[in-house]
């Protein structure tokens, strides 16, 4: 009740001072009719006071999000179902759900009162421009009698969390070499690509099928041995994200890095809807294995968070992939390399991987001199020329280029830009 009368408004001690003022005057004139309506004016803010002071604490609320992930850009639906669990009525409800400046100001809606054990839904929409995972909530309800006498904040504590991710980006179906890695689906397969001595064996175990028996790897080695029980064939790739933030230029969501990271997404799940066990490595330390049912959903958070490092180096990243080598394809975004950087990546062509970059061009993204842009030009051209010398195949990305139209390169090899950065080097010198 104390918090009750604290809660009166204006309107409602405006009330009760006025009633005290009678009663005063009424005991001093010896007035009983102003007595009386000293007393209805004092008991309407009081009553109010109980009214609202007793319902706000039967209330239930909650909140959902459509859709729980929303690209950067795109506008997510909050629905607020909010429930009156008392017997007695409510009087008009001022909604507010607190929410971080990147997704707007609070929305505060008006909800009529609800009567006993009802419920209702209020929904309201917010977009965020800047990837991120962002607090919703928690919601402030503020309660009022029908008179505005009495005004009463609640909180509840629930707090749920849009999570913004990157623009997906819809990619072209490409044929990319050394995409397989693994065993084979069949012995077919297998005896095609390599004959059939080389058939994978083991040593006999008690109750394997002696028509499985190997014979010819049997005579060379002395043991009885067996083929080896099929598997598989895996479809593996590993992208791998540059987060050095000298590596990257410009600001907010137009900059190289959000380019970057846009891409990055697209390209894991394009692959993981072609069916690729994925891997995804950023040079922050993240190490995200997609290959579950959800995997998508890891790595889309995971883009989501990730933030450029202000220490970075090449090395260190490539010793992170190299960590767990799967073999397969290597794709990897790459901010402003230097040669001898460029040089450093050959350590990711182990193990039989196919290894792509895509080498963006970060200072295209913002004005330079002619005199600055020609030198530029001519480092990145050098650049790209050492990767594709390191056994990478190099696509070179600038300002306003289009993931979708540059993938079709990724499938095309690297013998065309590697003849272009050629020249570029030939002309610089």
Known sequence: MREAMRGLTTRGRSFLAAGSAAAISAFILGEKDLLRVAILLAMLPLLAAAYVGRSRYKLACTRSLEPGRAPVGSSARVILRLQNMSRLPTGTLLLEDRLPYALGSRPRVVLERLGAHQASSVAYTVRADVRGRYPVGPLVIRLTDPFGLCELTRSFPS??????????VPLPAVRLAGEYAGTGDSRARSVAVHGEDDAAT?????????????WRSTARTGELMVRREEQPW???????????????????PTASFEWAVSAAASIAMHLRQAGYKLRLVTGEGTDVDATEIGGEGAILDTLADVKLARAGDISVLVDQVRRRSDGGLVIGLFGTLSVAEAEVLTGLRGNGATCIGFAIDSSTWVNMPPGERT????????????????GW???????????????????????????????????GR
């Open 202 to 214: 083991r040593e006999y175990r008690r109750g394997d099928d002696l028509r499985r028996v190997h």
């Open 393 to 427: 195949r190099s696509v070179p990305v600038a300002h306003g280029d289009s993931l979708a139209a540059l993938w079709p390169a990724a499938g095309r090899g690297s013998q065309g830009f590697a003849y272009r950065a050629a020249m570029a080097e030939t002309v």
């Open 159 to 168: 707090v749920d969390r849009l999570t913004v991710i990157p623009q997906v």
């Open 234 to 252: 895996e479809s593996r790739a590993t992208v791998v994200l540059d987060t050095r933030q000298a590596a990257h230029r410009g600001e907010g």
């Open 375 to 390: 030198e530029a030009d001519r480092a990145h051209g050098a650049t790209a020329l050492a990767l594709v010398r390191s």
